[in-house]
């Protein structure tokens, strides 16, 4: 069992230009959510999925757009990259969305990006 | 105000001594979750111990506990018998009770070093 699966491991970018940052979980988990993580700040949330079909902002969103087609893939994307963008990218996932309960997240390995 | 605040930006301990890395958290919610992720430097997010503000005991996990104190809004983590694989950032995180998932807010965190 893998988990959850981030690609690219890490991408270095030309301001301007569209990235998606892929994001797959085999767990079957309800929840699925992205963070950025930059020094000083810790993670902030930029999107997150209750479920597949529902998609919500995050403290971050601005710049980024998400989709849920299925359970399984959470994408990010980066309509006109800029350098403020660059940093560290965490997918995570969770059984359920309802806030009850322990609902662990697990995270993914991260994506590196780098937007110059 | 800050949801999480964590006001150790490094601390070091020696191996085999037991170490506590400060957390406190501001929420108007009765029902709330707290959590404690490790870092190391190889960048992953490892989810170590979980505690809800309706439990009457302090959570334990292993080496890891969880000093919750309620009315002081603080869910300090306490590692024993350290070890030099502990070196790594720790994070604190809540959720708070909301219709519309499970979302995390994570502190800064803490850089904590191990000396042989």
């Known amino acids: 069992i893998a988990g959850i699966t981030q690609a690219p491991t890490s991408q270095i970018l030309a301001a301007g230009r569209r990235m998606t940052l892929r994001c797959t979980q085999d767990m079957r988990h309800n929840a699925m959510y992205w963070y950025r993580q930059d020094l000083g700040l810790g993670l902030r949330l930029i999107h997150y999925?209750?479920?597949?079909?529902?998609?919500g902002k995050g403290e971050v969103p601005d710049g980024y757009s998400v989709s849920r087609a299925n359970t399984d893939d959470f994408p990010l994307t980066l309509a006109s990259a800029v350098p403020s963008q660059t940093s560290v990218y965490f997918c995570?996932?969770?059984?359920?969305?309802?806030?009850?309960?322990?609902?662990?997240?697990?995270f993914g390995p991260g994506t590196r990006l780098t937007v110059l | 105000a800050q949801k999480i605040t964590q006001t150790q930006p490094g601390m070091f301990v020696q191996e085999k001594e037991a170490v506590t890395l400060d957390c406190t958290y501001d929420?108007?919610?009765?029902?709330?979750?707290l959590f404690w992720y490790k870092q190391p430097s190889s960048g992953e997010m490892i989810f170590l111990i979980y505690?809800?503000?309706?439990?009457?005991q302090n959570a334990t996990e292993g080496r890891y506990s969880l000093n919750f104190q309620k009315a002081r809004k603080s869910a300090n983590l306490v590692i024993s018998a350290s070890q030099l694989g502990d070196s790594a950032m720790y994070f604190c995180?809540?959720?708070?009770?909301?219709?519309?998932?499970?979302?995390?807010?994570f502190g800064e965190g803490t850089q904590l070093t191990v000396n042989p």
């Open positions: 995570a996932s969770s059984a359920h969305s309802g806030g009850a309960g322990t609902d662990t997240q697990y």
């Open positions: 995180a809540m959720r708070e009770r909301e219709t519309s998932g499970s979302r995390l807010t």
């Open positions: 929420t108007s919610d009765q029902s709330y979750g």
């Open positions: 505690q809800g503000s309706y439990d009457e």
């Open positions: 999925s209750n479920t597949a079909g529902t998609t």
